[in-house]
């Protein structure tokens, strides 16, 4: 699947996906993880937050993959200063959202020539627009799969920090699961020794214990309207911007920098 990723060509089967000259956005290289369809955490994400589990998208499920497009580094110090989503970001969004959907729909594809029934949930954009949840959470998928864990700020941090976009597939094909990392990613979850997201968010949405969902939404609507030259979107980003966690496992890089 890296491959897949690593060689994507824009397919002319997926119009929402720009021509390749058209592409802007440059990633680091994905990270890839697997869980197990009956990994007992899935029914633990059911029961506490009312998520579908991997059978009620997938009746033969057996594995839940899980991968990571990291923006590159530039994209995401954009996002660092001010309290504006930058241009860079925006466009990053809007691009890997297309690249997720396009993917998606290619490895649903290439999996079912070879008989491997799998479904991809959408990147975002199919949330209650009310609740502004919905029943398949990449992060959860993500966290079970070992690909990271939550940061203070909510958001998935993997080895390649929290700057860039999770999509998931559900599929019967068998793969050994990935195993979970032992501590950590975020360094508030570690020893409390950092808050630094919370203050960068503009809204005060996010906060040491509670997130207020509909003022983070009505900032990154905001957001949407200022870069609507781009089109019609909702994006902030501003807690995974100039933070530890931004680009790497903020924990193991604190712990390196300790070493030296
Ligand atoms: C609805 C939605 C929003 C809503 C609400 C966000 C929220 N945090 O609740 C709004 C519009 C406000 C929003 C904002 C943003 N979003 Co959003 N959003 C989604 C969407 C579509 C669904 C999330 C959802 O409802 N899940 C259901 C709820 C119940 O689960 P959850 O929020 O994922 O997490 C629950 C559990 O995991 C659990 N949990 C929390 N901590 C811990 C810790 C442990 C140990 C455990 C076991 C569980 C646990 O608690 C949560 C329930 O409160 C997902 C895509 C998807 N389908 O997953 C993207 C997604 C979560 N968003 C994403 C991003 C990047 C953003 C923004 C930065 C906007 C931007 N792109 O600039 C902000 C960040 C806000 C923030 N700090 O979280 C990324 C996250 C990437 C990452 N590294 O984690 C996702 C995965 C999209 C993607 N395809 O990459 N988003
Ligand atoms: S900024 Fe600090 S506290 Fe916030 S999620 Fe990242 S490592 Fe954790
Ligand atoms: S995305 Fe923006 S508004 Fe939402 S929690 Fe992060 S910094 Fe705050």
Redesign the pocket.
Known sequence: MVEIARAYQPAAACPAYPSRQQIQTRRQEPLLAFAHAKDPLFVDCQMR?G?RSPFQILPQARTVVVY?LPFAVEIVHSNGPGTI?SYE?VLA?VETNAL?EALSRELVAWLGKKGIASVA?P?????DPLR???D?????AG?IAGLG??GL????ITAKG?G????SLVTAVEIEPTPRPDEPTCLFAHDGGCRRCLNRCPSQA?QEKG?N?QA??RL?LENGVRHELLTPT????K??GGVPCSLRNSVEASAAIRRE
């Open positions: 937050f998520m990571f989503a970001w969004y997720i949930p990147p975002t954009h199919n949330f502004l949840v919905r398949w959470s990449h992060k959860y966290f864990t939550f700020h909510r958001m998935q929290c860039g976009r999770l999509g996010l997130f969902r983070c939404y990154c909702d994006v902030c980003g807690c995974a």
